[in-house]
């Protein structure tokens, strides 16, 4: 069963205090199919400039991604620069090119028009939409968002939100889109407003499962070292969605597995700079990942009350 996602394909310049990445591969559909496809074959809808690097996606391929929706169009390719200072959880962004992503239309080819699994990168909510117009009847739709599209289209992301089963984002996006500090009430409004399920990264802090009956906690893993948190978020929904697609199963127990599998996914790409560590990594190590997880948050409840 292949996902098929849709969004940005970058080339990203990325300065931390433990290293940089001048045009290194990058991009929220890049980040996503990379987790993603260790899991199930991942089609991709995307555009890059005449500038894109010929083979940097090559990886994708070898992992049964197909990339006949990938457009090449001429001129410049997505550009991101920015910068993290030793608050890896906050970052400067120092340029936007949007090059030839700015008259990005999505246009989904007929082969992944039947995809049972959808995941709708961070792009514009109107764009997302028309995308949703070109498929067929997918089992999941899962999508991202960001504060800009928060703030300049909201009334066309409250559509989106009609027409999906997951949102994925960050706890200060759930915040200002609801306008509600507390995230549980803030997960109970967007719910409310069409998808069954909503996940709130909260960065090194892990992320929030909510659903109608249920709430989950996933821890972020403790790395000794962090290199390069970009893309980490995206990596979180591909690892999450590729586990889901993986079992073919969205009960309770397989949404919050899928949860640990975000996180795995997550964390090992900030091991490296950019893209680098989810190109080698492969399965058998995200599996040892989460079972790392099991260990870190498993204990025994006492056989009886304990008094003071």
């Given at each position: 069963m292949s996902i098929l996602v849709v969004g940005s394909v970058a080339l990203?310049?990325?300065?931390?205090?433990f290293g940089s990445?001048?045009?290194a591969l990058g991009g929220a559909a890049t980040y996503f199919a990379a987790a993603a496809s260790l899991f199930q074959p991942v089609q991709l809808v995307g555009v890059v400039g005449d500038d894109f690097p010929t083979g940097e996606l090559a990886f994708l391929e070898e992992r049964g991604a197909d990339l006949a929706g990938l457009e090449r169009a001429r001129g410049e390719?997505?550009?991101?620069?920015?910068r993290y200072d030793y608050d890896m959880n906050t970052r400067t962004t120092l340029e936007t090119r949007l090059g030839v992503f700015a008259d990005f239309r999505p246009r989904i080819p007929p082969s992944f028009r039947q995809a049972d699994w959808l995941f709708l990168a961070n792009i514009d909510p109107d764009l997302q939409r028309e995308v949703l117009d070109q498929v067929s009847a997918p089992r999941l739709v899962a999508c991202d968002t960001m504060n800009y599209w928060i703030e300049s289209k909201r009334e066309s992301l409250l559509e989106l939100l009609?027409?999906?089963?997951?949102?994925?984002l960050n706890d200060s996006e759930a915040r200002e889109l609801t306008g509600d500090y507390n995230l549980s009430r803030a997960a109970?409004?967007?719910?409310e407003r069409g998808p069954s399920i909503v996940v709130v990264k909260k960065g090194?802090?892990?992320?929030?499962?909510?659903?109608e009956t249920h709430t989950f906690f996933a821890p972020g893993y403790p790395l000794e070292e962090v290199f390069d948190p970009t893309g980490a978020g995206d990596a979180f929904a591909g690892g999450f969605m590729g586990w889901l697609a993986y079992t073919g199963n969205m009960d309770e127990d397989e949404l919050c597995r899928a949860?640990?599998?975000g996180s795995a996914t997550g964390s090992l790409v900030c091991e490296r700079m950019g893209m680098e560590r989810l190109r080698e990594v492969g399965v058998e190590e995200v599996h040892e990942r989460v079972r790392a997880f099991r260990r870190l948050t498993a204990f025994d409840s006492?056989?009886?009350?304990v008094h003071g």
């Open positions: 990203d310049r990325i300065e931390t205090p990445a001048e045009r390719s997505f550009f991101w620069s920015g009609g027409r999906v089963d997951c949102v994925l109970r409004w967007i719910r090194e802090h892990g992320a929030l499962l909510f659903t949860m640990i599998y006492p056989v009886a009350p």
